[in-house]
């Protein structure tokens, strides 16, 4: 190819032209300066693109082709990077269980951040849907390789962040491309850093740029949600423009929803709250969450209730959950009450007399302890279970106990091996009898296991003794020190790092009977198909052991309510779990529980006799 030019002297000459690369002229640039433009109609194209990009939360679950799954990390691998580096790798998430260990991630982060906030700014950002991990069909993350030097590469040598800001530009190039072709994106931050790290298996140095969410979009916002919302606004355009340096006295961003935001956690939780998967650990299951069709599902009836959606607040998130698990068809439901004493109760830790477990749990074989009262006036069942009370078995109970030497706790362990991989055996049955009749509330009866509770709380979720031991019923000051005192020698002697790995193993060294059949039922009723409703901080605990092993489980829970206890929030924030109630009990005995679930079937049947739009 060749190009006609004329020198001073009138002459003809052919200038060069490569057959690759740039053909264009400096002359032909400089009399054309816009003549790279792709014209009106691209402009408007790209325009209406970026214009309608959103951050979408809701998915349809209907598959997203592969070709068009690569389609979009093609145009994130076409996008640009310092020096040519292109630090970027894509990861495609398929696999369930990664995907719900996500969607737990998030869960529990959604509350951290809510805890941080003025009251009001949290139950606005409790009220929001953040992220759609597990209704999105597919999950892609973006990773940045750091691992090459900065100095190695051209342009990082200064900015060394500059091939993470490359990474970003992928993420918008992959976006925009997905709202080209009508599907949505969603960027999920609300995990930290490490933990997405190390549930991906990311090696050192090597980082996460977050969570895409990626899929056919169930809403089809015409502005961005979170103004939608009323949470923010987008700020008018010359107030980001500055020229040639930052303005004086500019001032600073508002610190909105801050104020009397909570003290600062002293403690640092693990950097994963899942244990390494063992199919031969007696709270091992491959028990899948609801898959995006019945969550979306669940949503969509919802959305046709002659009232607009998500007017019931919380209690409507959780009756989805419901919903997504077993239908809307539930209509009763069975507390399971387990009872055992504690060796620990003789080191001081309770007001009163381990005597009292028994008298509590016989009333409850009879029908009149608080919690069996408050399930005959909910109208469910009730069972009783004797996991290790002093004296002999309890008549009228289902019985299971320990066989080996029990420990205290603080010196030697809880229970031996044997006897908590039986007691967890034990609870998996009564929990999938249980789920036979719906909802599955979990009660516990135990002088002294609040400050067991407390040693599951430290081990599990990473609190200090201080953070983790409450005043319980009927204690004092000197009885709250000597807690602590007993909490702090107890995790002297353990090695934390692999009992978050192991929480079978966490059970038997500072756990006690009843927590073993509790983590059982929870784990049989949720393979079962049941949702369980959780009482206190003993029985959270509980259920947190299980999760740590099987994310999923997390799906089958909803907190009935928030007790008095300090340590039972930060559980609860580990499952990503919000508390239904909020009455500051202290009853144990699934009192709550069975509050919670009458609200929950009377929610039920809200769902199923209100009038709907279609």
Known sequence: ?????????????????????????????????????????????????????????????????????????????????????????????????????????ADRERLRQASGLTPERAARLL?????????????????????????????????HDADLWSCACAIENMWLTARAHGLGMGWVTLMRPTE????????????????????????????????????????????????????????????????????????????????????????????????????????????DLLTPPGSLGKLDQALDRIVAVCGEEVSGGTLVLVGADHPLAALGVSAFDASVTREVMSAAVA?????????????????VVDAGIAGEPLAGAHTVTPLDARGDVVNTPALSRADTDRLIKAGRQWG???????????????????TVASALACVLAGLTPSEAVGIGAGSDAAMLERKVDLLAATLTRLDLPALRRDPVEALRQVGGPEFAVLAGVVLGAAEAGAVVVLDGLATSVAALAV????????????????????????????????????????????????????????????????????
Request: contains cysteine; neutral net charge; aromatic residues 4%.
């Open 547 to 614: 999760v740590a092993v099987n994310p999923a489980v997390q799906a089958h829970l909803v907190a009935g309510q928030a007790s008095r206890e300090f340590a039972h929030g930060r559980v609860l924030t580990e499952m990503g779990l919000e508390p239904l109630l909020g009455l500051r009990l202290r009853a144990g005995e699934g009192v709550g529980a069975v509050l919670a679930a009458q609200t929950l079937l009377t929610g039920l049947a809200i769902r199923r006799q209100a009038g709907r739009t279609r």
């Open 127 to 159: 009220d929001l849907q953040l992220e759609g991990i597990r209704e999105a069909p597919v999950g892609l993350v973006v990773a940045c390789d750091r691992r090459t030097p900065a100095s190695g590469v051209l342009g990082r040598n200064t900015f």
């Open 196 to 303: 997405l790290a190390g549930l991906l298996g990311l090696p050192e140095g090597v980082e996460t740029l977050g969570w895409l969410c990626l899929g056919w979009p169930d809403e089809r916002p015409p502005y961005p949600g979170l103004e939608r919302k009323a949470w923010s606004a987008r700020l008018p355009l010359d107030q980001v423009i500055a020229e040639d340096r930052w303005p004086l006295n500019a001032p600073e961003p508002p610190l909105s929803g801050l104020a009397g935001a909570a003290p600062a956690v002293t403690s640092v939780p693990p950097e994963t709250s899942f244990a390494a998967d063992d199919p031969d650990s007696p709270l091992w299951s491959d028990l899948a969450a609801p898959d995006q069709r019945q969550v979306v599902r669940a949503r969509d009836r919802a959305d």
């Open 367 to 383: 029908g009149s302890a608080v919690g069996v009262v408050a399930a005959r006036a909910a109208h469910l069942d009730v069972m």
């Open 1 to 105: 190819m060749t190009q006609t030019n004329r020198d001073v002297t009138g002459s003809t000459w052919k200038r060069p032209v490569p057959v690759i690369g740039d053909a264009t002229s400096a002359a032909e640039r400089g009399d054309q300066v816009s003549g790279w433009s792709l014209g009106e109609e691209a402009q408007r194209s790209l325009a209406e693109v970026i214009g309608a990009r959103r951050d979408i939360r809701r998915f349809r679950p209907d598959e997203v082709p592969a070709d068009l799954v690569r389609t979009i990390i093609e145009a994130g691998h076409a996008g640009p990077s310092v020096g040519q580096s292109q630090p970027w790798r894509f990861i495609v998430v398929r696999d369930r269980r990664t995907r719900e260990r996500a969607a737990l991630m």
């Open 432 to 450: 999938a009898e249980a789920a036979t009749r719906g909802l599955v509330c979990l009660g516990e009866v135990g002088v002294g296991n609040t």
